[in-house]
């Protein structure tokens, strides 16, 4: 590793030690970075003197990542942190006595420090809120972790009247569970501005690597929504006829429920079923897999419920021989699990097939050579592999609609397993349209989080001025929505990843099939790049 690049990673670890130890530096075992004025500043001279000394755009990308996420600052952020920090501890090694003490201290100094800032600010009730949530998830995680580890509890207790204190000046008394039902009337009554209009735009550019302004966002996702909205009452319309209940979206993804849902406690085992032959499915048609894959299914715990209202997964040991995924499935009615097979083939695809072979191919080296930069897990990681992921959704059901629509005999092993697991549960040609109506819906709401995210963080709409909006304009619950929407304010600017990125690959690579490439060997170059800025990975798409 060159100094300079040795020199980035310093940086990044010092900054997020608690990812850096997820993703296999033990060195930073046991550390979380506290925010004092001094940390920071010493930070920000160092990344200002790297940002001269290179002219590579992939060093830059990720040194503006760093310093915005350093210069903008919002209560929950450490909290957050934290959450997540406890829990990649959790699933990396369990509970390690002396990491979680040291990890802990860290956390305790981390809050007075940020308290003594944001305490004097005066907040948005969605950004209190948000806090809330965030307070009550770090409150679970801990008391699990008490529950592993009864020596634990003296410094917990101080942690727990740290958090008190911390808490004071974003008090919520109405939120107990942070779901839809307290929320959404309390911000009808006294949500407005959420406060990031000044600071949005540098969030877009620095911290998650977009290369549109908000309009121009907000310009494309409504562009594609209209475009959408059409299909999806078309294939509305005929399921309804095909149900015969009213040809709205509730009604049919309720209907869809009760023909063909799957119980909370049979998600899991079902998913399994599915898993495997779909795997060896994709890897022959859509996308390779490096021998090396590693992921790990898991029903989302309860302290992580008001962050992940249907799946999501996350990576472990990137930099080690052995990495591996974690794939979340939430399975609590409260919040928005999926209910029916084709629910299931959704977020199998997007979350294992998109996202968890996209960081394995990559931390692998599996077709192209990322540098050790590039495989650095910033936040400009999440754009490109959510991009990936949604345009892998409409890439499977072509696959599906051409197996299904096949002669048996023209079929191979796995696609006729696959095809038999369809059928135990489903007629195959419904299930399609299922599909496709599955598909289109969160299609919808990925377009409407486009533009739910800049239009609520530019202050275009109050979060309950989107929502009832959209709710009118989707045909979708205001329920499904804020579930789809709220959550995401937790990181401004992520919303968009999924529409926008995803997009753009589409165009990528269909050109790159006019120039005589596959499908496959595009999707696989794609997916073993690694996490450079989103203008890199384009331009390495556009040369391929």
């Known amino acids: 590793m060159e100094q300079l690049e040795q020199q980035i990673c310093d940086i990044w670890s010092e900054f997020q030690p608690e990812i850096a130890f997820k993703c296999g530096n033990e060195d930073m075992a046991g550390k979380f970075f506290i925010p004092n004025e001094e940390n920071i500043q010493q930070l920000l001279e160092r990344i200002s003197e790297l940002k001269v000394a290179t002219i590579d755009s992939v060093n830059h990308g990720v040194l503006n990542c760093l310093e915005t996420m350093l210069q903008v600052e919002e209560p929950h952020n450490v909290l957050w942190n934290a959450l997540w920090a406890y829990f990649g501890y959790l699933v990396k090694e369990g509970v390690n006595q002396e990491h979680m003490t040291a990890l802990t201290r860290d956390i305790i100094s981390a809050l007075g420090t940020v308290y003594s800032r944001v305490s004097t600010k005066k907040w948005s009730m969605e950004l209190k809120i948000i806090t809330v949530n965030n307070y009550l998830a770090l409150l679970g995680i801990i008391d699990s972790i008490q529950r592993e580890n009864r020596e634990l509890k003296p410094i917990f207790s101080e942690l727990q009247d740290e958090l008190k204190k911390y ?3 974003f008090s919520v008394p109405e939120i107990k569970n942070g779901v839809f039902s307290e ?8 949500g ?3 406060g990031r209009k000044e600071v949005y735009p540098d969030i877009l550019k620095h911290i998650w690597g977009y290369l549109e302004t908000p309009m121009e966002i ?9 475009d959408e909205r059409p299909k999806l009452k078309i294939i509305t319309d005929k399921l309804a006829m095909i149900y015969n209940v009213d040809p709205n979206i509730e009604s049919i993804s309720s209907e869809m429920t009760k023909r063909n849902g799957v119980k909370e406690k049979a998600l899991l085992e079902l998913i399994k079923e599915i898993r495997g032959p779909l795997k060896r499915v994709v890897e022959k048609n859509i996308v390779q897999i490096t021998p090396k894959y590693d992921t790990r299914l898991m029903e989302t715990p309860a302290y992580l419920l008001n962050f992940i209202s249907t799946a999501a997964m996350t990576p472990f040991d990137l930099f080690t021989d052995k990495p591996f995924n974690i794939f979340f499935v939430t399975t609590n009615k409260k919040q928005s699990p999926p209910t029916s097979i084709s629910d299931l083939f959704l977020l199998i695809i997007h979350e294992e097939f998109g996202h968890c072979v996209h960081f394995s191919n990559s931390s692998t080296k599996f077709r192209a050579k990322p540098n050790v930069i590039e495989l650095l897990y910033t936040n400009l990681a999440l754009p490109i592999s959510d991009g990936i992921s949604f345009y892998r959704e409409w ?3 072509i696959l599906l609609n051409n197996l299904i629509s096949k002669p048996e005999s023209d079929l191979d092993t796995a696609e006729k397993e696959l095809i038999n697991v369809i059928r135990l549960h489903n007629d195959p040609n419904l299930f399609l349209m299922e599909f496709e109506f599955t598909i ?5 709401i990925r377009f409407l989080r486009a533009i739910g995210d800049v239009r609520i963080n530019m202050h275009k709409q109050s979060l309950t001025e989107f929502i009832n ?3 009118e304009y989707s045909g979708l619950s205001k329920k499904f929505i804020f579930d789809q929407i709220f959550l995401f304010q937790v990181r401004p600017g992520y919303a968009p990843c999924y529409s926008i990125v995803g997009n753009s690959i589409q165009i990528l690579q269909t050109k790159a099939k006019e120039r005589g490439r596959s499908e496959i060997g595009f999707n696989t170059f794609a997916s073993s790049l690694g996490f450079p800025t989103r203008a890199v990975f384009e331009q390495k798409l556009k040369e391929f």
């Open 167 to 169: 808490m004071k000046k």
């Open 183 to 190: 929320v959404y009337p309390l911000l009808e009554k006294k």
């Open 440 to 444: 289109l819906r969160w299609r919808v």
């Open 469 to 471: 909006w959209a709710a």
């Open 218 to 226: 907000e310009s494309q996702a409504l562009f594609w929504l209209n």
């Open 192 to 194: 407005g501005n959420i």
């Open 395 to 397: 890439e499977a059901w």
